[in-house]
């Protein structure tokens, strides 16, 4: 008879708590495969595994950092997410799957939480308690010069743009692959590739602030697409825009989804949530309500 034990080895949070429900007695007849289903277990986080031969007074085995896989689909998974700012709990205990080349809409009233939702994917902000993993990583283990690498596997579209106003359209997309290291021969080609995508490849020269709002968030679009990231987050980008400006960003964004992006947008506004077979999921006081179709 074998006692297998399974303890988390290092998470922040619950550092060498045995993980709930998971101790399972081995005998010839039942050793093999085993279901993890039931425990409150997280894949892509190492665990302890400690194998017990009755009759041993001490562990006559440790695999230590034993890294379980996740078999799912998805690229981002939340489990049990927590944000607290002092007393405010801005995100609750928020569980949640993303799948790979998802198009989903995170939406709800203004100070529900969705623009925190997005920071914590990218360590813009980390979480007060629980566990994300992003590509099959577990972000909260990401060391601070890994963050970059983390990043990069996102291109990011806020509602006030951000571009350098001291920079040119072109210097302002160029950017990214700079910052990536990327050769100048192939930036050139990237950024004159993407910008014509956005229809702004004549006004590469122009500086931000002389374009119209729906322009420069077309430059923005193409600053967030030109390092190919896997996934776009889009915190309320046509909230600035009117509705036809709007509407030419959206369709930016079914554009790159059809190419192979995970899409996640935030929004307040119901009227943008109109592609067909995207997810919604909703937000209210930092908590998730309900899932819904388009
Ligand atoms: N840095 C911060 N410090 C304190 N409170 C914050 C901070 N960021 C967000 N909050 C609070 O968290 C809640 C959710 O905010 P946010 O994620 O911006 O909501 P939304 O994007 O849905 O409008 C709000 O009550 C907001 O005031
Ligand atoms: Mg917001």
Redesign the pocket.
Known sequence: MILVHLSDNKAPTERKKPVSGFQWRLSKENWGQHSLSSCAFIPGIPYRVKLICAGHRQPNRHVKNHMVESSTNAIIRMFHVHRR?GA?S?LDDITLDIQKNEYLFVT??????????LKLLYLGDTVSEGQILVDGVNISRIKRKGVPLLRRKFGIIFQDYKLIPTKTVYENVALVLEAAGRKPRLIEKKVRSVLRTVGMEDRMKALPLSLSGGEQQRIAVARAVVGDPKIILADEPTGSLDTESAGVIMAFLDEFHSRGATVII?T?DKSLIQKEGARVVH?HD?RLLTHTTV
């Open positions: 700012y405010k801005a709800g009233a203004s100070g529900a939480g969705k623009t925190t939702l935030a307040h937000l930092g």
